[in-house]
T-cell receptor, first 114, second 116 residues
C-alpha cells in the first residue's frame, strides 16, 4: 500500500535550473495538491487539482507549474529555480473533490536552491 | 480572508503533564472543516482529526481530546498525560471553498516537546 509517493526525497539545484518534482498516488483519489513548508509559516498551498485535466492555483503559485494528465500523477515543475524556492515540498491527495476530506501526504521532497 | 493562528510557537512540558494546543481561525464561510495534523521528527504529516462547522461536539480519542467552539472560533487540542512520543509539530488547518476554489490553510504550527 504505497499511498502518496514523492520523488526525489532530496535535491540540490543551482539558481536558474529547472526540475520536476514527481508525485504519484495509488488510491484513485481525484483531489491532489502541492504544499511548501517553510520554517515558522506552516504549509502553504501552491497548486491543486480536482481531477485529471483540471488544475487551479493556491496561495503561492508563482514560479511553479503543474499539470494533471492522469488521476495518479501530479508533477510540480520549477521552470527557473530561485533561492526563495528552497523549501520542503509535500504532495497530498484525498477522495472525491477533496472538500473537507483528510489529506494523505507524501513524505516530502527537501529542495535546496544555491 | 481565511486564516489560522496558532499563537504558541513552542511548548515544553514534562512527561505526564497535560498540555493544550490553541488554534484560532477566521473565515466568513458557514461551511468549513477544521483539522489537526501531527508532524513527528521523521517529517511525515499524520492526520489526527476532522471537524465540520456544524458539529460542535467535543471529541476524545484515548489521551487526545478536541474542543471546538464556534463562538470563539477556536479548535483547541489537549493531550492528557503526555508522553515523549507525543513530541512533534502540530498543525491546525482550515478547509473551505473561496470563490469556487477549495483551499486548505494551515496555521504556523506548534512545536511540542515532552521531556522525560
Amino acid at each position: 500500500n504505497a499511498g502518496v509517493t514523492q520523488t526525489p526525497k532530496f535535491q540540490v539545484l543551482k539558481t536558474g535550473q529547472s526540475m520536476t518534482l514527481q508525485c504519484a498516488q495509488d488510491m484513485n483519489h481525484e483531489y491532489m495538491s502541492w504544499y511548501r513548508q517553510d520554517p515558522g509559516m506552516g504549509l502553504r498551498l501552491i497548486h491543486y487539482s480536482v481531477g485529471a485535466g483540471i488544475t487551479d492555483q493556491g496561495e503561492v503559485p508563482n514560479g511553479y507549474n503543474v499539470s494533471r494528465s492522469t488521476t495518479e500523477d501530479f508533477p510540480l515543475r520549477l521552470l527557473s529555480a530561485a533561492p526563495s524556492q528552497t523549501s520542503v515540498y509535500f504532495c497530498a491527495s484525498s477522495t472525491g473533490t477533496g472538500f473537507g476530506q483528510p489529506q494523505h501526504f507524501g513524505d516530502g521532497t527537501r529542495l535546496s536552491i544555491l | 480572508a481565511q486564516k489560522v493562528t496558532q499563537a504558541q510557537t513552542e511548548i515544553s512540558v514534562v512527561e505526564k503533564e497535560d498540555v493544550t494546543l490553541d488554534c484560532v481561525y477566521e473565515t466568513r464561510d458557514t461551511t468549513y472543516y477544521l483539522f489537526w495534523y501531527k508532524q513527528p521528527p521523521s517529517g511525515e504529516l499524520v492526520f489526527l482529526i476532522r471537524r465540520n462547522s456544524f458539529d460542535e461536539q467535543n471529541e476524545i480519542s484515548g489521551r487526545y481530546s478536541w474542543n471546538f467552539q464556534k463562538s470563539t472560533s477556536s479548535f483547541n487540542f489537549t493531550i492528557t498525560a503526555s508522553q515523549v512520543v507525543d513530541s512533534a509539530v502540530y498543525f491546525c488547518a482550515l478547509f473551505s471553498e473561496i470563490q469556487g476554489a477549495q483551499k486548505l490553510v494551515f496555521g504556523q504550527g506548534t512545536r511540542l516537546t515532552i521531556n522525560p
